[in-house]
């Protein structure tokens, strides 16, 4: 695997210590920060690959701080949390998270987290022809989408989950089989949060997200995309 760079974002100093060992034994380059003003102003400096990201700090609390960052980058971003309650983490989805770990965790599956959405973030593309839908175009090499002449600014984990509907448009797919395509793994309680990606998705891509056209709900099942962009 290729050296890619983390910043570990908490305020608790040992977690961070014990998270930095984790990754630096994988061969991470890793910078750290204990509250939100610094991992703004690290994140902004050293332009890491990856940001782990507590919403509990001093100061900028964790939402703020991915907030601020996503209005200028799309580095992938997973969030720690205490949290028990699934409204908070769907909160940090819709603002821009590209995964949660809820605490207490283990530090190995951290580390494996960010492997995997390293690699979905820089997976190579095989000469694929981009995908137009009505008004977008989905470039699959250059991973990126135009809606019309504009420009759409997607994480890394929106991306993927664009890719997987618009490739295979009009099929069905539940929650859980887009965890599946989308992050490679599984676990519990995870599927509710594909519903905050949709929800980014359609805000960024729909001409009227309360009425999708592209991006369609099927009830008691899940989700497909609309070649045309009409039902």
């Known amino acids: 695997m290729a050296q890619y760079s983390v910043l570990l974002v908490d305020d608790d100093v040992k977690l961070v210590q014990l998270l930095q060992t984790y990754f630096n034994k994988e061969g991470f380059i890793t910078y750290t920060a204990n509250d939100g003003l610094d991992a703004l102003q690290t994140a902004r400096e050293r332009k890491p690959n990856i940001i782990v990201l507590d919403l509990m700090l001093p100061g900028l609390d964790g939402w703020e701080v991915c907030r601020k960052i996503r209005k200028d980058s799309d580095i992938p971003i997973i969030m720690l949390t205490a ?30 987290r960010v492997k995997a959405i390293l690699r979905r973030a820089n997976k190579e593309v095989v000469s694929k022809e981009p995908i137009k839908a009505g008004g977008l175009t989905i470039d699959l090499e250059r991973h990126q989408v135009m809606n019309g002449s504009q420009l ?68 008691g099942i899940g989700y497909k995309f609309a070649g045309d962009g009409n039902d």
Not at 91 to 104: F, H, M, R, S
Not at 170 to 180: A, C
């Open 83 to 112: 949290r028990d309650e699934e409204s908070d983490r769907l909160v940090g989805l819709e603002i821009g998270a590209d995964d949660y770990v809820t605490k207490p965790f283990s530090p190995r599956e951290v580390v494996a």
């Open 152 to 219: 759409v600014e997607l994480t890394p984990t929106e991306f993927k989950l664009l890719e997987v509907l618009a490739s295979n448009v009009g099929k069905v797919f539940s929650r859980l089989q887009i965890v599946e395509q989308t992050q490679g793994y599984t676990f519990e309680g995870y599927e509710r949060t594909i519903d905050a990606h949709i929800k980014n998705l359609r805000r960024k891509l729909e001409p009227n997200p309360k009425k999708p056209c592209y991006i369609q709900t099927v009830y």
